[in-house]
């Protein structure tokens, strides 16, 4: 089991920032393609943006691009996302998610092996 424990989530104004960080124990995180995700009520889990072991490289979905920057820090064994510029429709619970087979993060949940318990980010208009 790699336990992964979000954390930085809450209520923000429109405009605003937050920074969630998910951290690791039991593994070394940075065996792991890392991705987050958000589930919004009554839609499915998207993928929100991934970074590749070394943290090399990044990825993200075209409505958070430019807005949130994923990066990580295998040293402490945490992936963080900035999300600045929070609009509402940001508003969701967001999992980070931990893949051991690939190198390259996926945008598919199934893909990966072990998720965090979630945070809520609530974006107010």
């Known amino acids: 089991q790699v336990p992964l424990v979000e954390s930085g989530g809450g209520l923000v104004q429109a405009g605003g920032s937050l920074r969630l960080s998910c951290a690791a124990s039991?593994?070394?995180?940075?065996?792991?393609?890392t991705g987050w995700f958000r589930q919004a009520p009554g839609k499915e889990r998207e993928f929100v943006a991934g970074?590749?072991?070394?943290?090399?490289?990044?990825f993200y979905i075209d409505s958070v691009k430019g807005r949130f920057t994923i990066s990580r820090d295998n040293a402490k064994n945490t992936v963080y996302l900035a999300m600045d510029s929070l609009k509402p429709e940001d508003t969701a619970v967001y999992y980070c998610?931990?893949?051991?087979?690939?190198?390259?993060?996926?945008?598919?949940?199934?893909?990966?092996?072990?998720w965090g318990q979630g945070t809520q980010v609530t974006v107010s208009s």
């Open positions: 998610a931990a893949d051991l087979n690939r190198v390259v993060p996926t945008t598919t949940p199934y893909n990966y092996n072990y």
């Open positions: 970074i590749t072991r070394s943290g090399g490289n990044t």
């Open positions: 039991g593994r070394t995180f940075s065996n792991y393609a």
